[in-house]
T-cell receptor, first 108, second 116 residues
Framework: AQRVTQPEKLLSVFKGAPVELKCNYS??????LFWYVQYSRQRLQLLLR??SRESIKGFTADLNKGETSFHLKKPFAQEEDSAMYYC??????????FGPGTSLSVIP | GAVVSQHPSWVICKSGTSVKIECRSL??????MFWYRQFPKQSLMLMAT?????????EQGVEKDKFLINHASLTLSTLTVTSAHPEDSSFYIC????????????FGPGTRLTVT
């Protein structure tokens, strides 16, 4: 079965603290994983994808096939990072399955 | 960057009527467009995949006769909610894949549908 799980619905951290948003997936093929972010009253936008291995806004994510995880990390959270974060899995035919999302709140 | 627009941004309709939502890729040609539904404080649920010139592929549990999808051109897909009921009230979001790009999906701003 194709599935994406994000165990934390809500996550609160203090400004400057490290943050990790967890994501696990279930997929029989070779996974292509993404993190999307949705700021308040804005459209969904791509944050990063595992293929590019880039760092966006200080966020990084490493695909761990052994643990079927793709956790999102940032060493020092900023207030502007407060948003809804969705982990997503791209399957065949370019279909994207979204996880339930984690609402990140950075406390000043 | 690539932009996807949706029209209208919000619509209120009476129960039993139909409403059409447009999704346009403004500066690129979209090989494929997707339609999602998002309930309050919940994730996006894929409803259907729309390819230009062919019939849409619906996800399990999505009524194809209720949610009519037409992908008439490489820049336009429409979702028509037929005989709408209050339970159809939701946030509908489309996305499009850039034909020339790396296959990244670009999302529209969404359409808020309220059925009274």
């Amino acid at each position: 079965a194709q599935r994406v799980t994000q165990p934390e619905k809500l996550l609160s951290v203090f400004k400057g603290a490290p943050v990790e948003l967890k994501c696990n997936y279930s997929y029989s093929g070779s996974p292509e994983l993404f993190w999307y972010v949705q700021y308040s009253r804005q459209r969904l936008q791509l944050l990063l994808r595992h293929i590019s291995r880039e760092s966006i806004k200080g966020f990084t994510a490493d695909l761990n096939k052994g643990e079927t995880s793709f956790h999102l990390k940032k060493p020092f959270a900023q207030e502007e990072d407060s948003a809804m974060y969705y982990c997503a899995l791209k399957t065949s035919y370019d279909k994207v399955i979204f996880g339930p999302g984690t609402s990140l709140s950075v406390i000043p | 960057g690539a932009v996807v627009s949706q029209h209208p941004s919000w619509v209120i309709c009476k129960s039993g009527t139909s409403v059409k939502i447009e999704c346009r890729s403004l500066d690129f040609q979209a090989t494929t467009m997707f339609w999602y539904r998002q309930f309050p404080k919940q994730s996006l649920m894929l409803m259907a995949t729309s390819n230009e010139g062919s019939k849409a592929t619906y996800e399990q549990g999505v009524e194809k006769d209720k949610f009519l999808i037409n992908h008439a051109s490489l820049t336009l897909s429409t979702l028509t909610v037929t005989s709408a009921h209050p339970e159809d009230s939701s946030f509908y979001i489309c996305s499009a894949t850039d034909r020339q790009g790396a296959g990244e999906q670009y999302f529209g701003p969404g359409t808020r549908l309220t059925v009274t």
